[in-house]
């Protein structure tokens, strides 16, 4: 397949300190001890996508995570990874790159996704459409995410109810209107000549733009060059493209021209191509798109189209706090062959180098990373443990994770919180919906309630 | 009715059953549409009783209510009607009661004849529970028996579900209706015919919402009784749909639910201007509509016999035959048509008369016209008795109402309405000496021995609603004004990088509304913490910061201070004095922390600058008398830091800097006096 795809892997994300810091960039946040962007490159993988260019925002960051794809997957994927700079946006982060696109359409995917939706479908129904972008879409949670009580700490869950609001034709196969519902004020605007050219559109606010599009390179690239405003692919690119699918500017002459330009040979190729991909979409009815060009004969159209994943998909993006908890217990608990580890009769996973005090209980849904030492009379529950912690005698871990090397003395309790790497918590420690900074000290016999650790 | 008596009893229980027998199944026809759309005709004839296809349309109405399992329909009309009504032989039916409610002189809507009939109820109680309510001459054929029960099962189950609209899919392009529904549910969310802007909170109560622009609606209602004492409540509800649905739709605190049903199978349009009773006509001639077509006995129509190529013919109708007639057309009884005449996708009525060479088509001829030889008729109505004379031309879109004579080889421009009537008046146009000029255009005779006025056309696009076909330029255009309209949106959209434009406006309102509660308060002398408390609620409504409030209110003070009569500078700085000690509380309730008395001191900047004579004088003198005479209203702090902030603007910004700076620098000397 002539699929490029980039992963946009962010940066240090503001919503995510303290988990992320100086030496762990959001693409290295641990899931159940794996790296979340190794999940997705497992994805990718999976369909046969095994060009890969890595976006991340700051040389550091970049340098990171370029550090852990060449240890991981270098043998088995084709791995490029190119820093920007912070704060460019997606879109600002795909104009910088540019010039490493070079296949005829881009399958974008965001580094902070665990889910087991084939991206290669998207790619198949963007070249079935012959599309100018194809957006994927899945249902949104229905379930609060606070169901098992593991929250961090209510007013960071509380993040601003971020519902799309997409408007689909009849046939689900065409994205004709998308709004943040947060930028809705009050009124929902849809534009007159789509919905009457559609005739029908169905507007859901249950589903979920999930961050995994494909674009034709030529469009994207005409998009980004003429609007240098634009900085967001989410809230201007993608808007922009559905807003004028039925007065496309974006194929104007100066890009056939340039197309045209590259090589002659290549025009003939590109004929045959235009004819096979409209065979492809024409072999049912025409598209709205297609009827109303042929009424106007002088407006050039794109069609936008949508892939909307199966309901029992899982799939997550990891943001914020509560995501993060939400993907940890998931990945371990329901919906683990994600974490492509085989699993115990007791549905958890011990590493055979860990050690385990007397009297101490491992319960179902947990993870207990190599070399770990468990003291005496422990309890650990739904609960993901990563290598070389040490875990004093008496400690109670429910719903939380902790991260690699962190040390915990006797007789803690913790509950809803994480640890992040290097982190210790002295003697007699209660934590309830807290998160520890790597490193940090936490003291002895202190009681803490919905808190961040971090030094300053 | 018996045998539908027997089952419902067996299917239902004792109660039901009690109540299922009680419940005729009734119709209320409204058979006055209370629209103009078919001037001139309607003038002379009540439209129900215009022939659509040689039949009366009310004819084609009652014959579908009654096979539609309608056991009594009410229809609210005018004399002529019942005149009508009383000489067919629709009172004879048996098991189907045609009762006629005459309309009062005044009714001149919907919404005053379902008044009216509610008053009527209150005495007989006629109508016992749901009922069809048929609004104008609808033609189809869908069967209502089930659509009324699954209403009532609907109705039981949640009480505020008070009616079903019919829609189905349309065939034609050129309308704009939109609405919304829950595809699950089908509940009727939206009803606009020319805007789709609805509100967020509909998305936030239906996860999914279907938006269509390709629907038509029938005009063919399911209603419980509610419906009616909606329409006495609400006084003001005229029309049917753009009153009663969009107040329905509009009105969450009631919360009664309007639900859709829609047709695919079966037939339902409704005439309202001469565009739909082409396509109409049209339909009856294709048979969509069967039963209801010309070789069909459905009510005291003569049948036509079908020959091939969809043409019906009357038995005594005489055609020469070396008139050449084409597919699709109607002909009546007692025609005769000359020789050779070319007749193409036309009716034509009974008792006519069409001369030699004639050219007629796609037009609708009704009876007892004469057209002579050589004329020319196209896209046309031409109503009853008129005559054609020799040569004349008929163009397209143009209607010929009842007995009106067009004068020989004399040529009828196009979408011109030609009647025998004037045209009434406007009674509310006070331009008089216009009039009088109008009145001679109308003047305009048919030709020669013509008799008839050409009415002045009340709009500009009569092409949209006559029976022609829509020229393609025109469709080019419609599909160009709804592009234009959304590329005016298009500047509004803006990019996340600028989304100020918004909060610019709201800004704006609020403080529209701030200044208009503010004078209020000062009108009726209000209490300052009553008149914080309104501001508060606004406040929220808006989502203001509280330094947003502080300027607003000052703004509106100081506009008090200056639009309050003052002959002097002095009068000007006393007026405004009194107004800041009269309402301290209310501002001082939002210049609490600095940054509020900042935005406070640069409102007073911007307005000193925009009245730079009065005001502008004034400046130093009112941070002054703010500072000290008003216990900290402004705190020395904020007054220093807005001095800081403005030290570094542009020369010109700093005027009103300069004014107060022996002020400042008193300021500061004091607080460095009390710091050391």
């Known amino acids: 397949m002539d699929f490029q795809v980039v992963i946009l892997a962010g940066g240090f994300s503001s919503y995510l300190v303290p988990l992320v810091a100086k030496e762990v960039p959001k693409a290295l946040l641990p899931v159940a001890n794996r790296p979340v962007l190794s999940y997705v490159l497992d994805l990718l993988e999976s369909s046969n996508l095994k060009d890969l260019i890595v976006v991340v925002e700051g040389e550091d960051a970049a340098l990171k995570v370029g550090g852990w794809i060449s240890s991981a997957c270098v043998d088995r994927l084709h791995v490029e990874v190119a820093a920007v700079a912070e704060n460019v946006g997606t879109a600002g982060a795909l104009r910088a790159i540019a010039h490493h696109l070079t296949a005829k359409d881009i399958l974008i995917v965001s580094g902070d996704i665990v889910s087991d939706i084939p991206p290669g479908a998207v790619a198949a129904t963007h070249r079935r459409h012959d599309a100018a972008v194809t957006v994927m879409l899945c249902a949104q949670p229905v379930s609060g995410p606070s169901e098992s009580g593991g929250s961090g700490g209510k007013d960071k869950t509380k993040k601003p109810a971020c519902d799309d609001i997409i408007g689909l034709d009849s046939l689900k196969q065409f994205l004709l209107y998308i709004a943040k519902g947060t930028e809705i004020k009050k009124d929902t605007r849809v534009k007159k000549s789509i919905l009457c050219a559609a005739g029908k559109m169905e507007i859901r606010s249950d589903l979920m733009d999930s961050h995994i599009y494909a674009f034709k390179r030529a469009v994207l690239q005409e998009v980004l060059d003429q609007k240098p405003a634009f900085r967001s692919l989410k809230q201007d690119v993608l808007p922009y493209l559905v807003r004028t699918q039925l007065r496309s500017d974006v194929f104007s002459d100066q890009s056939n021209v340039e197309e045209n330009g590259n090589g002659n040979g290549k025009n003939n190729m590109q004929n045959n191509e235009v004819v096979l991909s409209q065979i492809l979409s024409n072999a049912s009815m025409p598209s709205f798109h297609q009827v109303y060009e042929s009424g106007l004969g002088t407006r050039k159209t794109h069609k936008c189209c949508v892939y909307i994943a199966d309901e029992s998909k899982y799939f997550v993006r990891l943001n914020s706090i509560q995501a993060f908890m939400d993907v940890n217990r998931d990945v371990i608990g329901e919906s683990n062959h994600l974490s492509g580890y085989s699993f115990s009769a007791h549905h958890n996973i011990v590493h055979p180098s860990a050690e385990l005090g007397s009297k101490t209980t491992v319960g179902p849904h947990c993870m207990l990373g190599e070399g770990s030492q468990v003291g005496d009379k422990c309890s650990v529950k739904r609960s993901v443990i990563g290598r070389h912690c040490r875990i004093g005698s008496n400690v109670k871990i429910v719903n939380s994770v902790v991260m690699d090397h962190a040390t915990i003395g006797d007789g803690c309790s913790i509950q809803g919180s994480v640890i992040c790497s290097n982190a210790q918590l002295q003697e007699r420690v209660t934590l309830r919906d807290c998160q520890v900074e790597a490193g940090y000290v936490v003291c002895a016999g202190s009681e803490h309630k919905g808190e961040t650790f971090a030094r300053k | ?676």
């Open chain 2, 1 to 676: 009715m018996a045998s539908r008596k027997k089952r419902a009893a067996k299917i239902s229980e004792d109660s039901e059953e009690e109540q299922s027998r009680r419940q005729r199944l009734q119709a209320i026809l409204l058979a006055d549409s209370f629209a103009t759309k078919l001037l001139p005709l309607t003038l002379e004839r009540p439209n129900v009783l215009l022939p659509l296809v040689n039949i009366p349309m009310i004819d084609y109405t009652l014959a579908w209510l009654e096979s539609a399992g309608i056991e009594e329909v009410f229809v609210f009309c005018s004399m002529q009607v019942i005149d009508y009504l009383n000489n067919s032989d629709w009172y004879s039916h048996k098991d189907f009661t045609v009762k006629t409610i005459e309309s009062p002189q005044n009714s001149t809507s919907a919404g005053d004849a379902l008044r009216y009939i509610y008053e009527q109820q209150i005495e007989t109680s006629q109508i016992q529970g749901d009922f069809v309510l048929v609004n104008g001459c609808i033609v189809s054929n869908m069967p209502l028996t089930q659509l009324i029960q699954e209403h009532r099962d609907r109705k039981k189950k949640d009480e505020k579900a008070i009616m079903t609209m019919v829609i189905r899919q349309s065939l034609i392009t050129d309308h704009q209706l939109f609405i919304a529904v829950n595809p699950l549910t089908k509940q009727l969310l939206y009803y606009d015919e020319d805007n789709i802007c609805f509100d967020k909170s509909l998305l936030d109560r239906n996860p999914s919402v279907l938006l269509c622009s390709d629907m038509q609606d029938c005009y063919i209602d399911i209603c419980s009784l509610e419906v009616l004492s909606l329409f006495v409540d609400n006084f003001d509800y005229q029309h049917m749909r753009c009153d009663f649905v969009e107040g329905v739709l509009a009105d969450d605190i009631i919360g009664y639910k309007i639900f859709t049903h829609e047709i695919s199978s079966c037939y339902a349009s409704r005439i309202e201007n001469f565009r739909s009773y082409d396509m109409v006509s049209k339909d009856i001639i294709q048979r969509r509509t069967f039963p209801y077509v010309p070789d069909m006995k459905f009510s005291g129509n003569r049948t036509l016999k079908l020959e091939r190529q969809g043409i019906y013919k009357a038995s005594d109708a005489t055609q020469l035959p070396s008139a050449h007639v084409g597919a699709s057309y109607v002909i009546g009884h007692a025609t005769n048509i000359g020789s050779g005449t070319k007749i193409l996708n036309s009716v034509i009525g009974n008792g006519c008369s069409i001369g030699s060479n004639v050219v007629i088509q796609g037009s609708y001829i009704w009876n007892n016209v004469t057209v002579e030889d050589g004329c020319e008729i196209r896209n046309a109505i031409v109503c009853d008795e008129v005559k054609v004379c020799a040569g004349a031309i008929v163009k397209p879109g143009v209607v010929l109402s009842f007995k009106v004579v067009v004068g020989r080889d004399f040529v009828v421009p196009a979408y011109s309405q030609v009647s025998l009537l004037r045209q009434p008046m406007e009674e509310d146009s006070d331009e008089e000496n216009l009039l009088s000029g109008v009145d001679l255009q109308m003047e305009s005779k048919l030709g020669l021995d013509g008799a008839g006025y050409i009415w002045r056309q009340a709009c500009e696009d009569e092409w949209k609603h006559s029976v022609p076909p829509i020229p393609k330029d025109k469709l080019a255009e419609i599909i160009k004004a709804i592009d234009d309209d959304d590329t005016d949106d298009e500047s509004v959209v803006t990019t996340s990088g600028d989304a100020n434009t918004s909060i610019n406006n709201d800004l704006f309102d609020f403080e529209r509304e701030v200044d208009g509660t503010f004078l209020r308060a000062v009108e009726e002398n209000i209490v300052a913490d009553l008149a914080v408390l309104e501001i508060n609620s606004l406040r929220l409504s808006y989502n203001m910061e509280s330094a947003h409030c502080a300027g607003a209110i000052f703004y509106s003070m100081m506009k008090l201070a200056v639009s309050t009569p003052h002959s002097s500078i002095n009068d000007l700085y006393r007026n405004a004095s009194s107004i800041i000690t009269r309402w301290k509380g209310l501002l001082g309730f939002y210049v609490k922390k600095s940054d509020e008395q900042i935005e406070v001191i640069s409102r007073l900047e911007e307005m000193c600058e925009e009245s730079a004579h009065e005001l502008g004088t004034l400046f130093a003198h009112i941070l002054r008398y703010m500072y000290e005479e008003e216990n900290d209203l402004l705190q020395e702090v904020a007054i220093l830091r807005w001095s800081d902030e403005k030290a570094g603007a542009d020369e010109s910004d700093k005027v009103y800097l300069k004014q107060c700076e022996p002020f400042i620098t008193w300021l500061k000397e004091t607080s460095d006096d009390e710091d050391g």
